[in-house]
C-alpha cells in the first residue's frame, strides 16, 4: 500500500476509533444530563425532581441509580459480549461486510437515544445497547490496521485501542452542549451526521476482505541487489527480524494449529482472568462514580458536575497513554548491539510480561487509592483510572497476535470479550450490594476487588516460566545439532 494512503487510512481508522468505538463507557457523563433531563424521575417517589433547577436536580435517589446502572451494565455486556460473534463474521466475511452492519447498528442507536425522552425513558435501553453493538465492532474492523506497520505494529495497535478508550470523552462534548443550550436531540441529530461521514471510508480505502501482516513485502522498497551487494547494519536486521517474525509464526501455528487449541490453553485462560476482574475493577468504578460523588459532596451539584467534567475531560489522555503501552512492548526490537540483531521467537512475549506486571500494580495502586473517600483524592484516582484503562485494552488487543496465530485475531478477541462480559454482568449485582447493603458505602467492594486484582499476577508470573522453558528447549535443540547459539534472545523480559 502507497505511504500516504496508509497514513490517511490510518488516521480515518483512529477518528473512527475515537468518535465512537467506546463511546458508552462515558456514561459518567450522559448520565449526569439524563438526571437533569428527569430521565426515571417518577421513580423518585419522596422527591420532587425539577430539571431546570440546578440545586436539586441531580440528587441521589435508589431507583433512579439502580434502573440507570442498570442500563450501563446491559451496554457494557452488549459491547463485550457480542464480540466473539462479530470477530467469526469478520474472520469469515471480511471488513466490508462488518463495516456495513456496524454503521446501521451506530445509526439506528443514535437514532433511538434522539427519539428518547422523561416520558420514552425505556429507549434508553435499546439505543444504548445497538451503540455498543455497532461501537464495539470497530475493533476488528480497525485493529488490522496496525498490519500496515511491520516494525510498529504493536504501536499502532496500542494507539488505536487508546483512541477506543478516549472515545468516552464525546458524551462530556454533549454534557457541555447540554449546559451550553444544546439539546439532547440536537447532539445525537449531529453524531448521526457524523457516522454518515465516515460510511465513505467503508469504500473508498479499506479492504473488501482483510490486511493481513503477512500480505505485506518482506523487503523495503528499493533495489534488493544493492542491499546484497552493499549489506549495511539497517538491512540486516531488517532481514533478521523478518526471518525472526516468520520463525515466530511458524512456531505458533504449530502449537495452535486450531481455534480449540489457542482456547483450551493455559495462557488464553489466564489471559481471560486477567482481563475479566481487570475489566470488572474499572467499570464497577465508573458504574458507581456518579453515586459515590453525590456521596462525598452531600449532594453539591456543582460539585458533582466539576469532578464529573474533570473525569470525562482526563478519558481524552487514553490517547497519549496508549502508545506508550505499544512503546513498552516493542522496545527492544530496535536496540543496538550483536546480541538485539537476530531476536528469539518467544522475544515479543517476554517482553509483555513487564506489561502485564505493570499493569496489575498500576491496577492495586488505583484500588488502595480508591478506598481513601476523600473528595480531592478523586483526581489522582482519576489519573490511575485513565492509566489502568487504557493498558487493559492496549494489551488485550496486542498481546493476542503474539500469543497466537494472527487468522484467530477476531475470534480470540471476541472470546475473550465475551467471557469477559459475563463477569462483567456482577457490576450491577455489585451496585445493588453496596446501595443496600454497605449504605451506599463502596468500601467494602472495593477492599474485595482489591484483592482480586492481586490474583491477576498469575498471568505474567506463568508467561515469564513459559517463556523462559521455550527458550532453553530452543537452546539445547541448537546444541544437540550442533548450531551457534549466538544472537538469540534469552535476556529476561526486564532487560
Not at 459491547?79 to 462479530?86: A, P, R, T
Request: hydrophobic letters at 45%; glycine letters at 6%; proline letters at 4%.
Amino acid at each position: 500500500m502507497e505511504t500516504a494512503k496508509k497514513y490517511v487510512l490510518t488516521g480515518l481508522g483512529f477518528c473512527e476509533m475515537l468518535f465512537f468505538s467506546g463511546i458508552i463507557y462515558g456514561w459518567a457523563a450522559l448520565v449526569y444530563v439524563l438526571k437533569e433531563e428527569g430521565f426515571y424521575s417518577h421513580l423518585c417517589q419522596n422527591q420532587t425532581m425539577h430539571p431546570a433547577d440546578e440545586d436539586i436536580a441531580n440528587i441521589s435517589c435508589v431507583k433512579q441509580d439502580a434502573i440507570l446502572n442498570l442500563i450501563f451494565t446491559i451496554s457494557s455486556f452488549a459491547l463485550q459480549g457480542s464480540l466473539f460473534l462479530f470477530g467469526v463474521l469478520f474472520d469469515n466475511l471480511g471488513t466490508r461486510f462488518t463495516r456495513l452492519l456496524l454503521h446501521i447498528l451506530l445509526v439506528a442507536g443514535f437514532l433511538t437515544m434522539l427519539l428518547s425522552s422523561p416520558s420514552l425513558p425505556q429507549l434508553l435501553f435499546p439505543g444504548m445497547i445497538l451503540l455498543a453493538l455497532g461501537g464495539g465492532q470497530f475493533i476488528p474492523a480497525n485493529i488490522q490496521i496496525g498490519n500496515l506497520f511491520k516494525n510498529h505494529h504493536t504501536t499502532v495497535i496500542s494507539i488505536l485501542s487508546g483512541a477506543f478508550d478516549s472515545s468516552a470523552a464525546v458524551f462530556v462534548f454533549v454534557k457541555l452542549g447540554y449546559d451550553g443550550g444544546i439539546s439532547l436531540q440536537t447532539s445525537f441529530a449531529i453524531m448521526i451526521g457524523i457516522t454518515a461521514l465516515f460510511f465513505i471510508n467503508t469504500f473508498l480505502l479499506m479492504p473488501v476482505d482483510h490486511i493481513r501482516l503477512y500480505d505485506l513485502p518482506i523487503k523495503g522498497h528499493g533495489n534488493q541487489d544493492d542491499e546484497i551487494n552493499n549489506p549495511n547494519d539497517e538491512t540486516i536486521i531488517r532481514d533478521n527480524q523478518e526471518d525472526s517474525r516468520r520463525e515466530a509464526e511458524t512456531l505458533k501455528n504449530e502449537t495452535f494449529p486450531t481455534l480449540k487449541s489457542c482456547v483450551t490453553s493455559p495462557s488464553f485462560l489466564l489471559l481471560i482472568l486477567w482481563y475479566s476482574i481487570l475489566q470488572l475493577r474499572t467499570v464497577y468504578y465508573v458504574g458507581t462514580l456518579n453515586s459515590y460523588l453525590i456521596r462525598v459532596t452531600n449532594e453539591d451539584d456543582k460539585q458533582v458536575s466539576h469532578y464529573t467534567e474533570v473525569f470525562s475531560y482526563l478519558q481524552l489522555g487514553s490517547v497519549f497513554v496508549a502508545p506508550f503501552c505499544g512503546l513498552l512492548l516493542d522496545r527492544n526490537k530496535f536496540r543496538k548491539g550483536v546480541s538485539r540483531i537476530v531476536r528469539g521467537p518467544y522475544a515479543d512475549l517476554q517482553d509483555s510480561v513487564t506489561g502485564f506486571v505493570g499493569t496489575t500494580t498500576l491496577f492495586v495502586l488505583f484500588s488502595l487509592i480508591n478506598l481513601i473517600p476523600i473528595l480531592e483524592m478523586q483526581y489522582l484516582t482519576f489519573v490511575l483510572q485513565v492509566i489502568t484503562r487504557t493498558y487493559l485494552y492496549a494489551l488485550a488487543m496486542a498481546i493476542l497476535p503474539i500469543m497466537f496465530p494472527s487468522r484467530y485475531f477476531g475470534s480470540l478477541y471476541g472470546l475473550l470479550s465475551t467471557t469477559g462480559s459475563v463477569v462483567l454482568l456482577l457490576q450491577f449485582p455489585l451496585f445493588l450490594l453496596t446501595q443496600h447493603v454497605f449504605d451506599d458505602d463502596p468500601l467494602v467492594i472495593n477492599a474485595i476487588l482489591l484483592f482480586a486484582c492481586l490474583l491477576t499476577l498469575t498471568l505474567p508470573i506463568y508467561l515469564f516460566v513459559w517463556t523462559k522453558r521455550k527458550n532453553n528447549e530452543i537452546a539445547s535443540r541448537k546444541e544437540k545439532i550442533g548450531l551457534d547459539n549466538e544472537g538469540i534472545d534469552l535476556s529476561e523480559p526486564w532487560k
